[in-house]
């Protein structure tokens, strides 16, 4: 076989240009009579979607916030195996993953996708998600470089990051995914990053990736986030995506014959692509594959139950007054658990945007806590307790009869009755969405029209709420009644932050009475590239639904409630407004607290929550978004099977008021400044002394291992040892943090103390066990803003060892 070099030697400077953007939304271009066939990228990062929204099924894998606070990079690369053999069921070659901006507030929309407030949790859990998807012969693709920590005007905001927060905090994940894990690719940002935008950044691609950290692999744009012509391929900007090309094909010609562009840097460009072709052994294959949902996935199922498992963090476990812990529960001790919540029924199992699978089959915390206690005699009794949607409900397919979906190629033709359509088919979800044409007209961002219709019977009798949430001019007619409109609808509230805000409209309808729904969209030429109508429906609310709930908790012996945000409130495209859970929800518990005889809290969310009613509960697990194995992995925790052990890769503040980004956030004029510096995350609580509500590191097991001798064994190393006394195994995570003694200078963003090394430990009962730490290189360095390069800081530095940042059990000197 032909190598990259002699296959992109072989091709006119138009082949060349047709290499550096997509064919379509997910797939890049092939030039046959050269033998370069097409290759297929896919979302990514719970999973592997394939080219639709609504196609076959795929695993869901645990949120990024849980890998990160299983601590245990094991685990996550285990998980990055099962998603390379996703990946490839849906005949992709590059998975669109990991997600590694940090955590700057805890307000991001994406938090979920993300990892950590910590560079160094971060770099490690990334470094094990790309080594075990790449192991399988798939690319990553980590993203977004760098500088989206949060979604406000993540298209067009300028990030303003001082050089030594970049260097020491946001770069350091890619930095050690391109050294550690040699990631094979790297989507750019939407946003600006000081001044030009991150695809577009010479400093960022040319100097620093590829120049300082050796990156050989490809570079490509996040979608439609390339908006330069000569910019970004002399930056170094190998692959616009999605195609077809709207900054490149002819215009990147016509820039190279004007000598914007040396046809060296096309050439190197198209290299890469092929290059990244050869490192996934697609050169040879025929173009992408079929995609399928995967048969004989139960030893993958079983990984992503454990890691599932082992990333929820137990925040609370108050004690009687014989000293029995509320977890784990005691099945033989119980006559009836009551399940009560919102996420209680079928569980949040993942977070909205492009992150979003379709998963191939869901444990629900009811389904899965009923097969578990169902057996033994115990009575598992459900109640909501209140709402939370943000957006309504889909409208359930269930409900509806003779489901069609008509497309038109002019938007027009749905004011002509007597037009036929272009296109008749139907849906298997009410919340349609298309990233290509549905007509399969070449082109993007084309004209068309959509009609849904159906037949709807309602289940009860009484005002019905109906909604649309449209990218662009949609109406929801029943029995020829425009109930819904959304032509006042603002903008920025769907599909990513580019769509509509959902209109929303009420009818009074009888159980059991068919009625004809139709709903339009109306998308015009020049459009998003995306088009989408997601219809909601919601049926007259029960007034007494807390109070059923409340009744459920005082006849249980304990009540489990799964509280928490959705894929609504936590999605990309914007961030959430508040720390609150939403409805009412801290109600419910509240209520639920005062009725039951011991209460548990499961939150149910990606990233921190406030938590009013902490001192009223007994237990509280933080589960966030764990995949498809939500249920099986809640109830091996609740129940013991699986020791709690987890820990916080995010600090739980107290109030959005006291969170290190809150003055800078979200920005102003089109800028965000990161003013915050270095300070964000743990670094901002402990260096000004702001108690949290839950620190980072922290989480509790139901056995103990404490740290009973730590040494040096040098300045890298530091071997501990830690002892259980107790009837049970313990797994700890041993973490340490370092101090530089010198005082730092007055307003510096200089930080108390930084995490430089953990491992997970498993300590027997009745035993002890030792581990030995590597301690980061970088750990007695500073990034030198004069010399532009990596500095010694004088010592002398103390090492706190701990199990948070907050508990420290022995404190080393060291002189770096
Ligand atoms: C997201 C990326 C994603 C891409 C393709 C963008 O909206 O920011 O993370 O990979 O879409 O779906």
Redesign the pocket.
Known sequence: MKSPEDLVDALTLDEQISLLAGAD?WQTVAIPRAGIPSMRVT??PAGARGTRFDGERSINTPCGTLLAATWDPAVVEEIGHVLGRETKSKGAKVL??P?VNLHRTPVGG?NF?CMSEDPLLTAKTAVGFVRGLQSEGVAA?I??FVG?DTEFE?MSIDSRIDERTMREMYLVPFEAAVKEAKVMSI?TA?NRINGPFAADSTELLVDILRGEWGFDGLVMS????LHSTAEGINAGLDLE??GPTRCRGDALAAAVEAGLVDRAAVRAAALNVVTLLARTETLGEAGPGPEHARADIDADLAIVRRAASSGMVLLQNRADSDGATTLPLVPELLRRVALIGPNAEFGQILGG???HVNPISVSTPLGALCARLAPLGVDVVHAPGCYIHRNLPELRLDDCADVVVEYYADPDSLDHAQLAPDRTDTTSSSKMMW?SDPLSRPGSALPMGVRFLALFTPRVSGVWQFSVTATNLAALVIDGRTVVDNADAGLGGSF?GMGRNEAVGTVQLEAGHPYELVAELRCPAGGLGVAGLHLGACAPPDPYIMDHAVEAARDADVSIVVVGTNHDWEC??WDRATLDLPGEQNELVRRVAAASRRTVVVVNAGSPVAMPWLADVDAVLCCWFPGQEMGNALVDVLLGDTEPQGRLPVTFPRTLEDTPAFEHYPGRAGVANYGEGRLIGYRWYDTVGREPLFPFGFGLGYAKASITTARLVNDHAIEVTLGNTGDRDAVEVVQVYMHATKPPQPGSDTPDQTLVGFAKVNVAKHSSNSVTIAVDPRAYQTWDVSTHGWIAVSGPFVLRIGTSSRDIAVRLQANG
């Open positions: 939304v979302d990514g669109l993953a997600t994406r996708e693709c993203k977004h989206n993540r989507m939407y996040d979608w439609f986030g995506m999605p945007g492009s992150a990233m990513f990309e495209g």
